[in-house]
């Protein structure tokens, strides 16, 4: 039944090593979503696709880019991770139609940078 | 600024006991507004969601929510608190927009815990 899923759930790398997460749908949905939630701290945006237009966030690193190459499937790349960027990773997904549609999250990918 | 506000950081409950969370909000019109639940190492599950029309709204897992558009609020409720509601609460507003896609603002967020 899970809709919008995350992999892997936990994901372990090396300071500097790239590293990608990845988000499927089976929701059909065409607004994708990727935040970085810190421990105790509420989500933060770092960009967004609609449909194939990707949405950058102006406070997101560079180190931080996404793919889509369809609508169901969105990866998270990190090109250089720092120790700064150990978080939970959200996915989340949404249909602009109705425009009042509350978005779908996956359960997360925790990464840890040794 | 706009802001979202969850004045509680965190609080805690006796099982049985009755539920009160506060959100408020600071945007010119009535944005949309949503509670979301989070259980440790999960994703965000939605609870509620107001758009529009009456101001009491129904969610899943017994919680209803109420919108004040008098005090900027969009409190969540609970009669009787279970022991599996200890989790952090996210009070989400979407700005009203003419765009057809939208960016969320989330609240600081409240933790409850529960004494069993």
């Known amino acids: 039944d899970a809709m919008v899923i995350q992999n892997p759930r936990y994901q372990v790398t090396q300071f500097g090593k790239p590293v990608t997460l990845s988000c499927s749908q089976t929701?059909?949905?065409?607004?994708m979503y990727w935040y970085q939630q810190k421990s105790s701290q509420a989500p933060k945006l770092l960009f967004h696709?609609?449909?194939?237009?990707?949405?950058n966030e102006a406070d997101t690193p560079d180190n931080f880019q996404s793919r889509r190459p369809n609508t169901s499937f969105c990866f998270l790349d990190i090109r250089s991770p720092g120790l700064g960027d150990a978080a939970m990773y959200l996915c989340?997904?949404?249909?602009?139609?109705?425009?009042?549609?509350?978005?779908?999250f996956g359960d997360g990918t925790r990464l840890s940078i040794l | 600024a706009q802001s979202v506000t969850q004045p509680d950081i965190h609080i805690t409950v006796s099982e049985g006991a009755s539920l009160e969370l506060r959100c408020n909000y600071s945007?010119?019109?009535?944005?949309?507004l949503f509670w979301y639940v989070q259980s440790p190492g999960q994703g965000l599950q939605l609870l509620l969601k107001?758009?529009?029309?009456?101001?009491l709204v129904q969610g899943i897992k017994g919680f209803e929510a109420e919108f004040k558009r008098s005090q900027s609020s969009f409190n969540l409720r609970k009669p009787s608190v279970h022991w599996s509601d200890a989790a952090e609460y996210f009070c989400a507003v979407v700005p009203w927009k003419k765009t057809s896609y939208d960016k969320v603002i989330f609240g600081p967020g409240t933790s409850l815990s529960v004494i069993p």
């Open positions: 945007y010119g019109a009535t944005p949309y």
């Open positions: 696709y609609y449909d194939k237009d990707f949405n």
């Open positions: 929701l059909n949905h065409n607004v």
């Open positions: 107001y758009f529009s029309g009456d101001t």
């Open positions: 989340a997904t949404k249909s602009d139609i109705p425009n009042n549609q509350p978005q779908h």
